[in-house]
């Protein structure tokens, strides 16, 4: 059996904007600022698509879901990143499970971890767990001006 790896990453900065809402692992957090983004800007679920692009060979999710095309405008990223999983089987390869590494110093991911994996586990079809980190105050995550994701994700060739 052949097994492949692939990483993915995203960041995004908080938006300005009071009509944008927060969407992480498909999940709605009430109440808090949005991410600015072409889709809705959820980094959870671009950094878990972006890892089972690079793990099947099949490039990034820019490649797939270009900024400039305004199909993807307000996409919701759950939706995209089962396209992604289906490409990964097309491409024959089966997701194993992804792990994601959220950085951000707000929101407390933690009331909200068991409805993000579930959403990102049936959207890739395999297990998707979620990690919360705090930059501690380094940078510009850890001044609060936006989310990061880091994800990891297996596949094995069918």
Not at 22 to 29: D, S, T
């Amino acid at each position: 059996m052949t097994v492949r790896v692939g990483q993915g990453f995203d960041v995004h900065a908080f938006s300005d904007d009071p009509s944008r809402v927060l969407v992480l692992g498909g999940v709605i957090f009430e109440g808090e600022q949005g991410l600015v983004g072409h889709s809705d800007a959820d980094v959870i679920a671009h950094a878990c698509a972006d890892a089972l692009l690079g793990a099947a060979g099949l490039g990034d999710i820019g490649q797939h879901f270009p900024d400039t095309d305004p199909t993807w405008a307000g996409a919701d990223s759950i939706d995209l990143l089962t396209e992604v999983a289906g490409r990964v089987r097309a491409a024959g390869f089966e997701p194993g499970n992804v792990d994601a590494a959220v950085v951000c110093e707000r929101p407390k991911l933690a009331p909200h971890r068991d409805m993000m994996q579930t959403r990102l586990s049936l959207a890739v079809g395999a297990p998707v767990t979620v990690k919360g980190n705090r930059a501690e105050g380094l940078g510009a995550i850890g001044r609060g001006e936006g989310i990061a994701c880091f994800a990891v994700a297996v596949v094995s060739a069918r």
